[in-house]
């Protein structure tokens, strides 16, 4: 059995030095917005390159209240990726405002920057691009549009810790980045919890408020808030696994060439292609192949964890069905979502595995050719 993910490899690592600095928040009887959380903060900004960061309760919360402090609610559009992961959309949703679908560019699966102009209305507040599977989108192309448009640019940078684009950070373009230290994130806590960079100080100040019910005086609320504040232990633990994350990043960056040199010969077999001048950091490594729900049945069988992100693409779930999107409306996105196969990928991935997940894919696809 070759899991999507084994985290009990990554523990067996660095158990102890977590295990320490867990035992020393448990001690210290300071649970919550204490000095792990400040000092993560502080090292996060360093890390990603940004004046400010917010650490929060999760990816989706640093989503809604990015949109918060931008004052985007009822009325508002937001374009966006129906390529995704729910919590994108789910934030707007949140705020009342709606969503708004751009196709993807089908060989990053991130949105193409040139779908996005024909979707800005008079009601459009902001763009929301999403480095999927680690990615960075195409910055330079999202900028402009929104500076020529006057939009905010919220980045979901959920999948993307450490990524680059020209050199520089996912999360410091836009007006907003948003992180998620969800345990399978390639920097994950061992709960929930998320982060928000940015580098304007009245921004920063807002979130700081809103994380903690609306009020920067403690008993003092200027509006309605949330409780979304990162605690102690999470805040500890992150800051011992940020050490590692150049090297857990780099690792999973040879794992994708290795793959990507395994497949060499498989026309059959498309595998993910870079955009010039970006760090990608493979959250997911991800490809496109013929008899898809086939092939994954067939892989579940062998012991490989395969797995579909996303089966069904926003824009025509339940959830934003009142929205009135049917198929064929995002042509690149809906064959994408029926094509492509995320395979095990992680930093203490091993040579062997990756060559049988390689040959065990390739069986699978001849197999099912001769079954046609
Ligand atoms: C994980 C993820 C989120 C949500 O993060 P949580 O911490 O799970 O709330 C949002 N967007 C994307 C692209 C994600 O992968």
Same mark, same amino acid.
């Given at each position: ?9 990554q ?17 210290s ?29 999760s990816?989706?919360?640093a ?9 985007i ?33 089908p ?18 507040k902001?763009i ?19 500076k ?29 980045g ?5 345990p ?12 928000? *960079? +940015?580098?304007?100080? #009245?921004l920063? $100040?807002?979130?700081?408020? /809103?994380?903690?019910? !609306?009020?920067?005086?403690?008993? &003092?609320?200027?509006?309605?808030g ?6 102690e ?20 960056r040879d ?7 395994l497949?060499?010969g498989?026309?059959?077999?498309q ?8 760090y990608?950091?493979y959250?997911?490594? *991800? +490809?496109?192949?013929? #008899?898809?729900? $086939?092939?994954?049945?067939? /892989?579940?069988?062998? !012991?490989?964890?395969?797995?579909? &992100? ?11 069905a ?38 065990t894919l390739?069986?699978?696809?001849e ?6």
């Amino acid at each position: 059995m070759i899991p999507i993910l084994d985290s009990k490899r990554q523990y067996a690592k660095i158990g102890s030095e977590v295990e320490k600095a867990v035992c020393e928040v448990l001690r210290s009887g300071s649970y919550i917005l204490g000095p792990n959380c400040k000092a993560l903060e502080v090292e996060l900004a360093k890390y990603i390159g940004c004046s400010y960061t917010v650490a929060l309760n999760s990816g989706t919360d640093a989503l809604h209240l990015a949109l918060r402090a931008l004052d985007i609610g009822k009325g508002d559009e937001v374009i966006t990726t129906a390529f995704t992961f729910v919590a994108t959309t789910e934030a707007i949703g949140i705020v009342g405002a709606t969503p708004v679908f751009a196709d993807i560019d089908p060989d990053t699966f991130n949105i193409d920057p040139k779908k996005i102009e024909e979707r800005i209305t008079p009601k459009t507040k902001a763009i929301i691009p999403v480095h999927l599977y680690g990615q960075p989108c195409d910055m330079d192309a999202i900028m402009d549009i929104a500076k020529r448009y006057n939009l905010y640019v919220i980045e979901d940078c959920c999948q993307a810790i450490g990524a680059e684009y020209k050199g520089q950070k996912v999360g410091t373009f836009g007006d907003i980045g948003c992180y998620s230290f969800y345990p399978t994130k390639n920097l994950g806590g061992m709960g929930d919890g998320g982060l928000i *960079t +940015v580098n304007s100080e #009245n921004l920063r $100040n807002r979130i700081i408020a /809103l994380r903690n019910h !609306g009020g920067a005086v403690r008993y &003092y609320h200027d509006e309605i808030g949330v409780n979304s504040r990162l605690d102690e232990i999470q805040a500890a633990i992150l800051r011992v696994k940020l050490n590692y994350i150049d090297e857990w990043n780099k690792l999973r960056r040879d794992h994708a060439k290795t793959y990507n040199e395994l497949f060499a010969g498989c026309p059959d077999i498309q595998t993910p292609k870079e955009l010039a001048d970006t760090y990608c950091v493979y959250h997911q490594y *991800t +490809v496109k192949i013929p #008899n898809r729900d $086939n092939i994954h049945k067939m /892989l579940q069988e062998a !012991g490989i964890g395969a797995m579909l &992100y996303y089966p069904v693409p926003l824009h025509l779930q339940k959830v934003h069905a009142h929205l009135g999107w049917t198929k064929g409306m995002l042509p690149n996105t809906e064959k994408d979502t029926e094509c492509v196969i995320s395979l095990p990928m992680f930093p203490e991935l091993t040579l062997e595995e990756q060559k049988t997940v390689a040959s065990t894919l390739i069986n699978c696809i001849e197999k099912s050719k001769a079954a046609v």
